[in-house]
């Protein structure tokens, strides 16, 4: 899945009987996007969400992100940036949530206008 092409957009929007699986987050780098560090099975394309005070991070905190470059112990977050941040990760009690593209429902259009 892709967030967006050249030729128009992409929407990802979760089935409402995806629950979404915790991710145990162990850092978040500063960098344009912010990398994250957990164990996982993400792909690119997956949708991450991130709770109030999850990470200690206010630019991911309470967001929901794309996710990119995925590897089994990291992935980038489409969108985002920490490279300026003063902040310091901190575990917080409510773990992000991750949706796999088969929570997802793609609504695609080739061509806006």
Not at 52 to 57: D, K, L, N, Q, Y
Not at 74 to 86: P, Q
Request: glycine content about 8%; overall charge negative.
């Amino acid at each position: 899945m892709s967030a967006s092409t050249s030729k128009g957009v992409t929407i990802d929007m979760v089935k409402t009987s995806a629950t979404g699986t915790a991710l145990t987050v162990t850092a978040v780098s500063k960098a344009k996007p912010a990398e994250i560090t957990a164990a996982n099975t993400l792909q690119d394309g997956d949708i991450v969400v991130f709770p109030a005070a999850s990470t200690g991070f206010n630019s991911i905190d309470g967001h929901r992100f794309i996710v990119a470059n995925a590897t089994s112990s990291t992935f980038e977050l489409l969108g985002s940036d920490t490279a300026s941040s003063t902040a310091t990760f901190a575990a917080g009690t409510q773990p992000p949530l991750a949706y796999v593209s088969a929570d997802l429902t793609c609504m695609c259009w080739s061509s806006l206008g």
